[in-house]
Nanobody, 114 residues
Framework: VQLVESGGGLVQPGGSLRLSCAAS????????MNWYRQAAGKERELVAT????????NYADSVKGRFTISRDNAKNTVYLQMNSLKPEDTAVYYC????????WGRGTQVTVSS
């Protein structure tokens, strides 16, 4: 199993970013996919979840209405569209899958600052 995140960077408050996570090594379309984040000095937290077919999504209260998780099963990729970014969204963002164990990517840094 390999998960590779991309799309992070530095953005001003109110801006947008789109994260991608390319997956390989398993049948992507059969698994729930998750985005987590970890800010400096804090525990990793679940940000968003999407069902295997993409029909069901769930979000942390802190990002509801601003972030959108989606997936393209033909491309084995899960996305996180982040709008109206706030400084408190600054963190390393990870994608994750539970498949006979837990797998993580290396993460992508998102920094929201003026």
């Amino acid at each position: 199993v390999q998960l590779v995140e991309s799309g992070g960077g530095l953005v001003q408050p109110g801006g947008s970013l789109r994260l991608s996570c390319a997956a390989s090594g398993f049948t992507f379309s059969s698994y729930v996919m998750n985005w987590y984040r970890q800010a400096a000095g804090k525990e990793r937290e679940l940000v968003a979840t999407i069902s295997s077919a993409g029909g069901t999504t769930n979000y942390a209260d802190s990002v509801k209405g601003r972030f959108t998780i989606s997936r393209d099963n033909a491309k084995n990729t899960v996305y996180l569209q982040m709008n109206s970014l706030k400084p408190e969204d600054t963190a390393v963002y990870y994608c994750n899958v539970y498949r006979y164990g837990v797998y993580w990517g290396r993460g992508t840094q998102v920094t929201v600052s003026s």
